[in-house]
């Protein structure tokens, strides 16, 4: 709102400040493609967790995929899982650190498909724990294949011809399945495209670590991102094609809370 009451030459000469990048983002260049939504929701996380006061007592896990690399980011002690046990390894952390803040950072390819498993069961479990869940619908490290949650007809490097629902079944929406178990608090689903939507996702990863705080449950927090890289397409036209496709089938908002 500053911005539309003052002018860029007024900001300069008066030295206001309307954006700090958070103390909890490492200096450096991120490696994500460009117009990807990973970057986005690294500051957003960093930065609830730097306005809330519990920096020295985060803990994040990242598994394989694009967010293995999330522990050069995130000023805060990460730890690396292997593909698909973020959810076993943040119990194990949270069970021998229960006054500290864990959450996982996971994408779809991981979190719905090799770590089906470890997520249902921590959620079932109801562990005191925050999972923030990427879902760009599709493998997008390591070559573009189709995930469990690539759309139906949606191309990708193996389903060139577009996911047949008769041989690879449907997308799964693995949110709504966990918000099912009465383990899980809090299952939401946000996207990062617009400034207007990067508001309502920051203000759900707060509630989720409020949560965590409060002794609630698991929370989930499903991310819709796009992958133009994966996609085959400019950020921008990625952008359009997630509205148009995935928040379709992925629509957003709170599925339960």
Same mark, same amino acid.
């Given at each position: ?14 030295? *206001?400040? %309307?954006?700090? /990048? ?7 260049? &991120? ?8 970057? %986005? $929701? ?6 609830? $967790? ?7 007592? *985060?803990?994040?896990?990242?598994? %394989?995929?694009?967010? =293995?690399?999330?522990?050069? @980011? ?14 076993? %390894?943040?119990?194990?952390? /949270? ?5 500290? @803040?864990? @959450? ?6 991981? +979190? ?7 997520? #249902? ?9 925050? #999972? ?22 949606? /191309? ?8 047949? =629902?008769?041989? !690879?079944?449907?997308? &799964? ?5 966990? !918000? ?7 299952? *939401? ?7 207007? &939507? $990067? ?40 952008? #359009? ?10 629509? +957003? ?5």
């Amino acid at each position: 709102m500053i911005a539309d009451v003052i002018t860029p030459e007024e900001i300069i000469k008066t030295g *206001t400040i %309307v954006f700090k /990048k958070t103390e909890n983002i490492n200096e450096g260049a &991120l490696s994500y493609c460009p117009g990807c939504g990973h970057g %986005v $929701v690294h500051r957003l996380i960093m930065e609830v $967790v730097e306005e809330m006061g519990i920096t020295a007592d *985060t803990i994040g896990v990242a598994p %394989v995929g694009c967010s =293995v690399l999330a522990y050069e @980011f995130m000023n805060v002690d990460m730890q690396q899982a292997a593909h698909g046990r973020a959810p076993a %390894v943040a119990t194990g952390i /949270k069970r021998v650190f229960p006054n500290k @803040f864990v @959450f996982t950072y996971q994408g779809d390819g991981d +979190l719905a498909a090799i770590g089906t498993a470890e997520t #249902i069961h921590a959620c079932n479990r109801g562990e005191n724990i925050v #999972i923030i869940f990427i879902n760009n619908g599709i493998y997008g490290m390591t070559g573009g294949q189709m995930a469990p949650t690539t759309l139906e007809g949606m /191309k990708s490097s193996t389903s060139p011809y577009g996911r047949d =629902v008769h041989n !690879a079944g449907y997308p &799964l929406k693995i949110t709504e399945m966990v !918000a099912m178990l009465p383990g899980v608090c809090y299952a *939401t689903r946000q996207a990062v495209h617009k400034p207007t &939507l $990067v508001n309502k996702t920051k203000r759900a990863i707060q509630k989720a670590f409020e949560n965590q705080r409060d002794n609630k449950g698991t929370s989930i927090v499903e991310v819709l991102s796009n992958c133009n890289s994966g996609w085959k397409m400019t950020p921008e036209q990625s952008n #359009i094609w997630l509205e148009e496709n995935m928040m379709v089938y992925f629509p +957003l908002g709170d599925i339960k809370k």
